[in-house]
């Protein structure tokens, strides 16, 4: 999957999805086990296009690729890319990229007794109340998380 630069800001960059490079990967045809060893098939069976596994909605999805440490216990490390659909409703619980007086961050929803918190998965962070003093906008809501294999 390449990524097409769209802007870069101290705390985000975004890209978008270029299609045209979207390939198919090749893909077993049955699951492999992460427990105990089982044999496998010496064929692959099915195309996989990343495209239409991880981007639901093409028109409202783009990419961002996330900077810091406040979400690690979510699995979002930095330099990770995150797919973000603008279109779903964001759920209690959800991870969305939201923006608060101007500043962009990747944080937890959390209502609570009537009231929002963005909650970070870091226990270094605190949780922000959002106010109606705010500035506060959903921009989409985190649907898939790529990194890299340790």
Not at 127 to 142: A, C, H, L, S, Y
């Amino acid at each position: 999957m390449k990524l097409k630069h769209l802007k870069h800001t101290d705390i985000l960059d975004l890209f978008a999805v270029d299609e045209a490079t979207l390939l198919s990967i090749p893909m077993f045809s049955d699951s492999v086990q992460a427990g105990f060893p089982s044999p496998a098939e010496d064929h692959l069976d099915l195309d996989l296009n990343l495209n239409d596994y991880l981007v639901q909605n093409p028109s409202a999805t783009f990419c961002v690729k996330a900077i810091g440490e406040s979400m690690k216990d979510a699995g979002i490390k930095s330099g990770d890319i995150m797919i973000v659909d603008k279109s779903l409703e964001p759920k209690n619980r959800s991870i969305v990229l939201a923006v608060i007086d101007g500043e962009f961050t990747v944080k937890r929803v959390n209502v609570n007794n009537n009231e929002l918190y963005l909650m970070p998965e870091n226990s270094n962070f605190p949780p922000i109340r959002i106010t109606k003093e705010m500035d506060f906008q959903v921009w989409g809501v985190v649907t898939y998380i790529i990194h890299k294999a340790v």
